[in-house]
């Protein structure tokens, strides 16, 4: 294994982290944005609210696009585990 093909494979982790991890964070965000916006406008002081509405998103987010980001992850997985031959090479 050269150099090129290590920071292939790197790249491909990251490229993979980046695609399961990126929705999950963004709804986060824009959950807790509009949440905040939301209890500011309304003078409403609890915490417990933008706790709910997040795990709410989130828990959407996962139920929709939860088998998308597995096939990915297992996709990912297969690749590396086949490749510990020529890497080990």
Same mark, same amino acid.
Request: aromatic share 4%; hydrophobic share 60%.
């Given at each position: 294994?050269? /150099? %090129?093909?290590a920071? @292939?494979?790197?790249? !491909?982790?990251?490229?993979?982290?980046?695609?399961? +991890? /990126?929705p999950i964070l963004a709804?986060a965000?824009?959950?807790?944005?509009?949440v905040?916006? @939301?209890q500011?406008?309304?003078?409403?002081n !609890? @915490? +417990?609210? +933008?706790?709910?509405? =997040?795990?709410?998103?989130?828990? /959407?987010?996962?139920?929709?696009? /939860?088998?998308?980001? @597995?096939s =990915?992850?297992? %996709?990912?997985?297969?690749g590396?585990l086949?490749a510990? !031959?020529?890497?080990v090479?």
């Amino acid at each position: 294994m050269n /150099g %090129d093909q290590a920071l @292939a494979m790197v790249l !491909e982790a990251l490229r993979v982290t980046l695609w399961v +991890s /990126g929705p999950i964070l963004a709804v986060a965000l824009i959950a807790g944005l509009l949440v905040g916006v @939301a209890q500011t406008v309304l003078q409403i002081n !609890e @915490a +417990s609210v +933008s706790f709910v509405v =997040k795990l709410a998103a989130l828990v /959407g987010v996962l139920v929709v696009l /939860g088998p998308m980001l @597995a096939s =990915k992850v297992v %996709d990912y997985t297969r690749g590396s585990l086949q490749a510990i !031959e020529h890497v080990v090479r």
